[in-house]
């Protein structure tokens, strides 16, 4: 069980990193979007943010790396539901989310689910970290993907609902 | 492998597959909202350009008040050529007649047609739209080469057609003015200019 989750969370990440890498020219762009850092640091924060998703990826689904992963993971969805959150009672819910799905703005739902994933990835990070073994470590792997899919049709489905808003 | 394990790895296949299946179409209805355009109303190659001076006619409406086309105006004119055997003609009056109240500041709405005023008189009565004027002109419909039924024609205030095509539904009405707006033909044309954008 907190394997599955482990690696639902890995791939939400690799996706995520990949998603970014992508984008990786638009990326910087989007960050100045939030207005949270100072502009010299942005080109920083854009090349770092793909690298830590991809690590927190790396890092999840093994026991010894676990912990540090859930945390990097934690710390990220945490300083990604700070910036949505100012942005939005800012009242600037026009700028891009750049998660790395499909093109969106931020909105309460993109809140939420930063918050929680964050709590999921908090809690993992002091879960214990050992491996199951037979059918739960076999059943770990379509367990997280069929979790993943599910997440992919709901990130879609929340951008064609922005879109239909805006239209 | 027992017959339960081979039942449950063939769920989770099931799963997996519906998965992709649900999040291919989620995706492609993304694709198809980020494509829907404005439908324009369908131009007919025949009868004057949009652009080149609408026939200049005045022409009584059936209460016998006089009505001038091609003439310079205060508003635009809204030619909407129907016909008592046409359908959607019928269907779409109330449509027109709410246009012609939610533009009125800028478009002056003329129904037109040829034939029996008392079949006339009596569809814009059942329809509700008496109070539209309604002139009686077969030379209007030819002038204009009407291919078929329901047209319409926006004449601009100089007299000039700004845009015209056959409409079936309350967005083709809209399309005209909407042409006039961004200045082309026809929303086709325009459409045609700038493609859609890409989806993701």
């Known amino acids: ?167 | 492998m027992s017959a339960l394990g081979a039942s449950v790895a063939l769920l989770w296949v099931a799963v997996i597959v519906l998965g992709v299946i649900c999040l291919a179409l989620a995706r492609q209805i993304g694709v198809l909202q980020a494509r829907l355009a404005p439908a324009g109303a369908l131009a007919l190659e025949s009868g004057p350009r949009v652009g080149e001076a609408a026939p200049l006619l005045s022409l009584p409406d059936l209460s016998g008040a006089m009505h001038a086309i091609g003439a310079p105006a205060a508003r635009d004119t809204l030619l909407f050529f129907l016909s008592p055997s046409c359908p959607v003609c019928k269907s779409l009056l109330p449509v027109v007649a709410s246009l012609a109240a939610a533009e009125a500041d800028r478009v002056g709405v003329l129904l037109a047609g040829d034939g029996v005023a008392e079949a006339y008189r009596a569809l814009l009565r059942a329809r509700g739209v008496a109070h539209l004027p309604l002139v009686l002109s077969e030379e209007l419909g030819r002038r204009l080469r009407i291919p078929r039924l329901p047209y319409a024609v926006l004449v601009d205030r100089a007299g000039r057609i700004a845009a015209q095509g056959l409409v079936n539904t309350r967005e083709q009405l809209e399309s005209l003015l909407t042409a006039q707006e961004m200045q082309t033909p026809t929303v086709q044309a325009y459409l045609a200019r700038t493609p859609p954008a890409a989806a993701a």
């Open chain 1, 1 to 167: 069980m907190l394997l599955t989750l482990r690696l639902f969370l890995a791939g939400i990440f690799a996706l995520a990193a990949w998603g970014k890498w992508r984008e990786r020219y638009a990326l910087p762009g989007v960050i100045a979007g939030y207005g949270m850092l100072p502009a010299a640091l942005v080109p920083a924060a854009a090349a770092a943010l793909p690298v830590a998703e991809a690590l927190s990826a790396l890092l999840l689904p093994w026991p010894a790396t676990s912990g540090a992963g859930a945390a990097l993971g934690a710390g990220l969805m945490a300083a990604f539901a700070l910036g949505i959150g100012i942005n939005l009672a800012r009242g600037r819910r026009g700028i891009s989310c750049g998660c790395g799905g499909p093109e969106m703005p931020i909105s309460p739902a993109l809140l939420a689910r930063a918050v929680g994933l964050g709590g999921l990835l908090a809690a993992l990070a002091v879960a214990d970290a050992a491996l199951p073994s037979g059918a739960a470590l076999a059943m770990a792997v379509p367990q997280a993907g069929a979790l993943l899919l599910l997440y992919a049709v709901s990130e879609q489905l929340l951008a064609n609902a922005a879109g239909r808003v805006a239209a």
